[in-house]
């Protein structure tokens, strides 16, 4: 068992938490690298605390010196993206590139947070009455809290407290406690970049950490990634005692290849967005929905592709995609390709039957053709490197398909036509779009987030939306008249 002991960031110092602790791995070789201390209520309460007293101070920092923290933050990141990467590698396991530009999509929306001044601006109307104005400002709620995903440990942190923290708000940020390491480091280059002591606090923790931020009567909000069943509860938990929540649950992402399509561009794309980070984003594209006669061609071109692909530890510069994040996950994802044949689908490359050195988490790539609706492969959430393709005959046949399943995060069709495209863009529906692109992330300046059981609460996360989910508005009226116009009138106020 490694002594190396990873604690919580609070109140602007690192603290080394209780005797509770679980084990940290490194992925490519199956070994504890490190323990991680799991929080008690108590450590969240201390956390809490922190955040509470830094508030008023932070809320009232002028918005110029808020950007200045934000412009400092995107500097020191985009300098220092190699050695958080390489963090991320050491307990997640993708690839060191694929870490990289993980973190510079978070850096995204850490630049559009650094616009805040033009995101919090309020609105004015002047003379709504006879010397009445009206305005309307937007003012944080107080203590936020942000749950996140072991498949992203920087991009969706950064994703959530920038943007809270920018709107004025402090944060309680409670990472995986599965790769723990790059919470830590962000926050203490938040602090570097200008950040006062306790408006950020990292608290690591399993289960008991979690129920006690959704219990805690100090936190006012919950941002949430993960699992459709886990979002669920902790958007029905967090909403019944009265914080704001948005809850991002899972994905079933379709991609539609048409008759039409170029079939190499999309047999590019279809290994890159289901294999890429070992299929462990909620964007991946887990199901190739071919329509017409394309199914045998395409299938052919991305088993062919799949042979070539370099799997191993992610620090290698050769590696193209490295191991799963545990030992349990390797295992469930494996049994999804084992059940398939026995569901009636055909396993067209099977990922269990590739042989790795070592005790690392890895498994081979999957491809599964012939899979219908109903099959256990189709219907769950594998989070892994398996794809399915699901034949059919028309493109109204494939809409219908993907407007059917409980998830709607990510979906994406390759065509050359444009009308087709265009119908797509209206007929699907799903909360993020690609044409011709298969992972359809949206830039910093839009905001992240699908439908249906993929999302759980009123507004999506990043971007504008993100700044409506963490300030509230207050509208404010006044009038000046003489004090010779007062007067008494118990009449509901008119023009």
Not at 64 to 69: E, G, H, I, M, P
Request: aromatic share 8%.
């Amino acid at each position: 068992m490694s002594s190396t002991k990873i604690g919580h960031f609070v109140d602007g110092t690192r603290v080394s938490g209780g005797e509770r602790t679980g084990p940290v791995y490194n992925p490519a070789t199956g070994e504890v690298a490190a323990q991680v201390a799991l929080a008690s209520s108590a450590d969240v309460d201390a956390a809490v605390d922190a955040a509470a007293q830094a508030y008023s101070g932070w809320r009232a920092m002028p918005l110029a010196k808020r950007a200045d923290v934000m412009f400092r933050m995107r500097h020191l990141l985009k300098e220092r993206t190699d050695e958080l990467a390489r963090i991320i590698t050491s307990e997640h396991g993708k690839v060191v590139s694929d870490a990289a530009g993980e973190v510079a999509r978070g850096l995204e929306n850490v630049e559009f947070c650094a616009g805040l001044m033009q995101q919090l601006k309020g609105e004015f109307s002047e003379q709504v009455a006879t010397g009445v104005d009206v305005h309307q400002v937007r003012q944080p709620l107080g203590v936020v809290a942000c749950i996140t995903p072991f498949n992203f440990p920087a991009m969706v942190p950064l994703w959530m407290i920038s943007t809270a923290i920018a709107a004025g708000n402090t944060v309680i940020l409670k990472p995986s406690e599965r790769d723990p390491s790059a919470a830590i480091w962000l926050a203490e280059l938040f602090t570097e970049a200008g950040l006062p002591a306790g408006v950020l606090n990292v608290v690591n923790g399993d289960k008991e950490a979690v129920d006690a931020i959704l219990d805690h009567p100090g936190i006012e909000a919950v941002s949430f990634v993960g699992s459709t069943p886990i979002a669920a509860s902790i958007y029905e938990r967090a909403a019944s005692n009265g914080k704001r929540v948005q809850a991002l649950g899972g994905a079933k992402n379709h991609m539609v290849v048409m008759p039409d399509a170029d079939l190499d561009m999309a047999a590019d794309a279809a290994v890159s967005a289901a294999y890429g980070s070992a299929g462990e984003r909620c964007m991946a594209i887990s199901v190739l929905v071919a329509v017409g006669d394309v199914a045998d061609d395409v299938v052919e071109r991305i088993r062919q592709r799949m042979d070539k692909l370099t799997i191993g530890d992610g620090t290698d510069p050769a590696s193209e995609m490295g191991p799963l994040i545990t030992r349990e996950a390797q295992q469930r994802v494996g049994s999804y390709v084992g059940g398939a044949a026995d569901e009636g689908a055909t396993v067209v490359v099977d990922g269990r039957e590739r042989e790795f050195e070592g005790d690392g988490f890895f498994l081979g790539v999957s491809l599964v053709d012939h899979v219908k609706p109903g099959m256990k492969v189709y219907d769950d959430e594998i989070f892994g490197p398996v794809l399915s393709v699901v034949r059919v005959d028309t493109y109204d046949e494939a809409v219908e398909l993907i407007n059917a399943n409980d998830y709607a995060n990510g979906v994406a069709i390759f065509t050359r036509d444009g009308k087709t495209a265009r119908e797509f863009e209206f007929d699907v529906e799903v909360g993020m779009v690609g044409v011709n692109v298969p992972i359809p992330v949206p830039i910093g300046s839009f905001s992240f987030g699908g439908w249906k059981k993929s999302l759980f609460g009123d507004t999506h996360i990043y971007g504008p939306e993100s700044f409506n989910f963490y300030t509230r508005r207050k509208v404010v009226t006044t009038r000046w008249p003489e004090p010779s116009e007062s007067q008494v009138n118990l009449g509901f106020p008119t023009h």
